[in-house]
């Protein structure tokens, strides 16, 4: 069974910092690009941060650029998304999702149910 789980979310000052963690099973972790989307309230789902399977290049939106840090760990199955600097524009409810090997807007096979960021001024 495919599982991705987020966890680490949570309620904290802006300013602030946490960090998302993403579990992987089910699949061949190596070979997937992992994904971080966002969805506020009666907004557009946004995605946030990406990084690839095989060099591990990453990519992030203009929003987020030097304020959250992407890595992976392929022995854990696990990606991480350091988020510091925190502002109240990035409460929502964070993803992270698996499509084979590259990072793209599109695309994405797998999807974990969310985890909620609230970011209080």
């Known amino acids: 069974e495919v599982q991705l789980v987020e966890s680490g979310g949570g309620l904290v000052q802006a300013g602030g910092s946490l960090r998302l963690s993403c579990a992987a099973s089910?699949?061949?972790?190596?070979?997937?690009?992992i994904g971080w989307f966002r969805q506020a309230p009666g907004k557009e789902r946004e995605g946030v941060s990406c990084?690839?399977?095989?060099?591990?290049?990453?990519y992030y939106a203009d929003s987020v650029e030097g304020r959250f840090t992407i890595s992976r760990d392929n022995a854990k199955n696990t990606v991480y998304l350091e988020m510091n600097s925190l502002k109240p524009e990035d409460t929502a409810v964070y993803y992270c999702?698996?499509?084979?090997?590259?990072?793209?807007?599109?695309?994405?096979?797998?999807w974990g149910q969310g985890t909620q960021v609230t970011v209080s001024s």
């Open positions: 089910g699949f061949t972790f190596d070979d997937y690009a």
């Open positions: 999702a698996a499509r084979r090997y590259v990072c793209s807007t599109y695309g994405y096979d797998y």
């Open positions: 990084i690839s399977s095989s060099d591990g290049s990453t």
